[in-house]
């Protein structure tokens, strides 16, 4: 006999249809897999993004430790240029002097800045790898 204090006792028990039970279930299963393939590829474009990054950094330690020997190799060409002219004794060594450390500084000025371009390249060639690796892949996996 029914509750009379439950409003729900007076419902009858309720099948669902065969097709909708289908429907559903097949709705489910595509939703896992759905949800599969999408944490598949969350997982995969995570370490993509942490070699990137990994790489970056080790490409900028790589930058840092170049510009420090560069400001280092300045520095002291500066220090040295500034000892000799405490040894000139007319104008015009010290012209000649000047001079020439101009003209030397220029050429390694040149040369410091192509080894910049050079790394800076190569940090930035080196930090797309693994995203071009990853593109690959998809592309490959998708055709």
């Not at 289908?22 to 993004?49: C, M």
């Amino acid at each position: 006999m029914a509750d009379s204090s439950d409003p729900f006792s007076t419902v009858l028990p309720f099948q669902l249809p065969e097709q909708v039970r289908a429907f559903a279930e097949k709705g489910v299963s595509q939703a896992r897999d759905s949800y599969s393939k999408l944490r598949d590829v969350a997982e995969t474009n995570n370490g993509t993004i942490e070699a990137m990054f990994s790489t970056a950094s080790k490409g900028a330690t790589d930058y840092s430790a170049k510009m420090f020997e560069i400001v280092k190799t300045n520095t002291g060409a500066s220090f040295d240029f500034a000892h000799s002219l405490f040894g000139a004794k007319t104008l015009p060594e010290v012209l000649e002097m000047w001079t020439s450390h101009a003209k030397k500084q220029v050429e390694v000025m040149t040369t410091q800045t192509k080894e910049l371009t050079e790394l800076s390249q190569k940090v930035a060639a080196e930090a797309v790898e693994p995203i071009k690796a990853s593109a690959s892949k998809l592309f490959t996996s998708a055709a």
